[in-house]
């Protein structure tokens, strides 16, 4: 006859699960990380002239040290900033106030007529980081809704909610994302 | 006189307690499986901005964290200072920082590094222009200004 092994009491299995249960309680966050995503450029070359423009394409926005807007020389102002990026960005055909515009053809959209403006920020070192954000965000914004104006357009939907890779890749080709910030230099008082 | 005669006594049974385990260790899996490990302690004072344009960053353990903002012990005076993992840094040494983090990981995850600036919001932008040039030195282009996410912005 085998001798049975004798059973191993389980009773403190579930203890040492709750042990661990409330180690990783503590130790773990479950926050979700979320941020506005930037690419930087790389680093200018010593001897590299800084790309030209002419004047229409170009929208420069300075922030200065007590968070005043200066846009193309006027004084901006944050709430209306949305809407003046997004009208300079806008397609506007012979039109010398805004930028110029150059036919395209692209896949699936087919020909369009894309914005050549740049928007150029510069901020100086005492503007405060608040401020800088949200001027990032304004302009992020107008750039979707550029985008979400050519989306509905072609396939009538808001281009976050298009379901095919290639649709994204053509409006955002059709809408390119054309933002700079200048070379960083000392102005005003820190 | 009775058919059925009842057996043992009329107490109840006491409740079985051996899945107990079982539903403590699925708990436990579940909380392994959402969540991730916290990053070092913080010890500057970080007030996050608040943005309509941000995205989730996705993958957690391909992100370096760089904070900024006033120290929580005032003896460590009362300007933005830089933390990088469990000190205080100087802007001198956000280039090694970044170095050692990518040597960390192994080589088709180096690309997609990215570094999520969590910058208090009454900073001055002088800090933060100079640690973007660094990186830019050091060549970690993928940065994220950290937000949390509101439905519209308070202009």
């Not at chain 2, 006491?14 to 392994?32: A, E, K, N, Q």
């Not at chain 2, 391909?62 to 929580?72: D, N």
């Not at chain 2, 180096?110 to 050091?138: A, F, H, N, P, W």
């Amino acid at each position: 006859m085998a001798r049975n092994t004798p059973q191993v009491n389980a009773g403190s299995m579930a203890d040492i699960a709750f042990l661990m249960l409330i180690f990783f309680l503590v130790t773990t966050t479950m926050e979700v990380d979320t941020g506005i995503m930037r690419q930087l450029s790389p680093p200018p070359l010593k001897d590299q002239e800084p790309p030209k423009f002419k004047d229409r394409n170009i929208m420069k926005i300075l922030v200065n040290s007590s968070d005043r807007l200066l846009i193309n020389n006027k004084i901006g102002d944050i709430k209306t900033l949305r809407d003046d990026v997004f009208d300079f960005m806008s397609i506007h055909h012979n039109d010398a106030t805004y930028p110029e515009v150059s036919p395209k053809s692209i896949d699936i959209i087919g020909d369009v007529y894309v914005s050549r403006g740049l928007i150029s920020l510069k901020n100086d070192r005492g503007t405060s980081y608040e401020m800088y954000i949200k001027v990032q965000n304004e302009i992020a914004a107008a750039f979707t809704e550029l985008k979400n104006q050519v989306a509905m357009k072609h396939f009538g939907k808001n281009y976050d909610k298009l379901l095919f890779e290639e649709q994204k890749d053509a409006v955002s080709e059709a809408v390119p994302m054309r933002f700079s910030e200048a070379e960083p230099e000392d102005i005003g008082g820190k | 006189m009775s058919r059925f005669k009842q057996k043992g006594s009329k107490e109840l049974p006491p409740i079985s307690t051996s899945s107990l385990p079982d539903i403590i260790f699925m708990l436990l899996f579940f909380f392994m499986v959402t969540t991730t490990m916290k990053q070092a302690d913080v010890f500057v004072k970080v007030r996050p901005t608040s943005a309509t344009e941000v995205v989730k960053l996705e993958k957690k353990s391909l992100v370096s964290y760089i904070h900024v903002g006033p120290p929580l012990q005032a003896k460590y005076g009362t300007n933005s200072r830089i933390q990088l993992n469990d000190r205080f840094a100087t802007i001198e040494e956000i280039q090694e920082f970044i170095t050692k983090e990518r040597e960390a990981r192994n080589e088709n995850e180096r690309k997609q590094l990215s570094t999520s600036l969590k910058v208090d919001k009454e900073t001055k932008m002088g800090i933060v222009t100079d640690i973007k040039q660094e990186l830019r030195q050091v060549g970690a282009y993928r940065v994220s200004y950290s937000s949390t996410e509101v439905k519209k912005m308070d202009l």
